[in-house]
């Protein structure tokens, strides 16, 4: 019996996503666990760990998936309801080095997904592009894998416990947005020491209370309250499968993760001196000089969590971050994205600060924007960067007063009071904007450049700054 192709739509470019039960459905995802035991038994691969956030699809999906997985001859090892990072700590504890988050991240409700690992390597790009060709050709492996079960969470607490040690107990807010982490994270910071504030810890996949994204400053609003109207001194909070860290401080500053990760570069670079560390092209000016300070090698590299582990996996840097929040320990880790496990280590390091508010506000800030999105059609987005790319390299330049063009992933145009941004998101079709600066007048000024740059790419464009 061959497989009804999935719609292409869902094969995304670092993971597989779509909406549940209209392109989403158990029959594709059947199909692609098909496909990806078919691919694991190509690589010499004999089991698969397969967990799943808290969403509603969760169950059915998973079942589909492990199904697809078995019928290749491949071994499933269920793992239940966990954060993804329990998904991916599950292929180091169990040795199978393969596993599969049934996760839709820090999507809406009607959303899921899977996040791919096979042999310790992460599926993206063309890697998930090539499922979809197996299904289509129908090579596809045939046998009968066993199913199995197992628990990893008292492993992973006792890991990150038996390491990660507070100089002092703390009391903090934790918000997990009823999202998977909820299972699991009050536990670990109880355990670490901390009195613990829970906010929205029950797992609800339906949400029902603000959207599992705390890269978004609306998102973070009852832990800003709840910090407000109790003693504890610091707010973390986490997406819907528990990748991402958001961290707020005592008076209600968000502590955005290119900030954050000064605070872990400087940590890590105390025990790895010259230490190579990676980070996006989303990031903050203040990131390289800040690591450049401190005796480490500054590396900035393409947004994507894939991307940016691939990268982690070739160079052998201690640490990663990303602007969106993912966090890449190595040193005295896996080296994969676990906000959790952040949680812990940024507590580890406050609790050896006397006043946890001060420390994170004394680190470098510029005026900024969030992520802007400028809409497009299927394929535009890219159309448009490239004709920035080719702008902004020509001479003379569309952008007069830049200091440097950096065309790493999309363009990122330096000047000397702050920076600009234009990339082609790889998940939805948009084009993401970022602006930084000294001050308002400068913010300003680099704003009315890629004003002029893209109406002169792409007229007719409504612009979102």
Not at 28 to 37: C, D, F, S
Not at 341 to 349: H, K, Q, V
Request: charged fraction near 25%; glycine fraction near 10%.
């Amino acid at each position: 019996m061959r497989y009804a192709l999935p719609a292409p739509e869902i094969f995304k470019a670092y993971d597989i996503r779509g909406i549940v039960d209209t392109v989403l459905t158990p029959d594709a995802v059947r199909a692609i666990g098909h496909a990806l035991g078919s691919e694991a038994a190509a690589r010499g691969q004999k089991a698969i760990a397969v967990g799943r956030d808290g969403r509603l699809s969760g169950p059915a999906l998973s079942g589909a998936l492990g199904e697809g997985i078995r019928a290749a001859g491949i071994d499933v090892i269920d793992i239940g309801c966990v954060p993804t990072p329990l998904t991916y700590f599950a292929a180091y504890q169990l040795g199978c080095d393969s596993c599969v988050s049934v996760t839709g991240s820090h999507n809406p409700p009607d959303y899921n997904g899977l996040k791919m690992v096979l042999g310790g390597q992460t599926l993206f790009g063309e890697l998930i592009q090539s499922l979809r060709r197996r299904i289509a050709e129908d090579d596809l492996t045939h046998g009968a894998g066993a199913l199995h079960t197992a628990d990893v969470r008292a492993a992973y607490l006792e890991r990150i416990v038996g390491d990660v040690k507070l100089a002092r107990p703390m009391k903090i807010v934790v918000d997990c947005g009823n999202g998977v982490a909820g299972g699991i994270a009050p536990e670990l910071f109880r355990r670490l020491g901390c009195e613990v504030i829970e906010l929205f810890c029950e797992v609800d996949g339906s949400f029902p209370n603000h959207h599992p994204d705390p890269s978004k400053p609306e998102n973070l609003q009852d832990v800003i309250r709840a910090l407000r109207e109790t003693d504890a001194e610091l707010g973390l909070a986490f997406d819907g499968d528990g990748d991402r860290l958001g961290v707020v401080t005592k008076d209600g500053e968000i502590i955005f993760p290119d900030r954050q990760l000064m605070l872990f570069a400087e940590d890590v670079l105390s025990r790895v001196p010259g230490g190579e560390i990676i980070y996006d092209v989303k990031c903050t000016r203040n990131l390289g000089p800040w690591i450049r300070a401190r005796g480490g090698k500054p590396t900035m590299w393409n947004t994507g969590h894939a991307l940016v582990k691939a990268k982690l996996k070739e160079t052998g840097a201690p640490l990663a971050g990303e602007m969106s929040g993912h966090m890449f320990f190595k040193e005295r880790w896996f080296g994969f994205d676990d906000g959790l496990y952040s949680g812990a280590r940024l507590l580890e390091i406050l609790s050896a600060r006397p006043d946890a508010n001060a420390a994170l506000k004394a680190l470098p800030d510029a005026v900024s924007t969030p992520e802007l999105n400028l809409k497009m059609k299927e394929g535009e987005p890219f159309e448009l960067v490239r004709r920035l790319q080719q702008a902004a390299l020509a001479a003379p330049s569309c952008f007069a007063a830049a200091d440097e063009v950096i065309t790493l992933d999309g363009v990122r145009v330096e000047f000397a009071h702050g920076f600009g941004l234009a990339r082609a998101s790889n998940t939805t079709p948009v084009v993401v904007l970022r602006f930084e600066a000294d001050n308002a007048a400068a913010l300003a000024e680099i704003q009315a450049e890629f004003r002029r740059a893209i109406e002169a790419a792409w007229p007719g464009l409504t612009l979102p700054f």
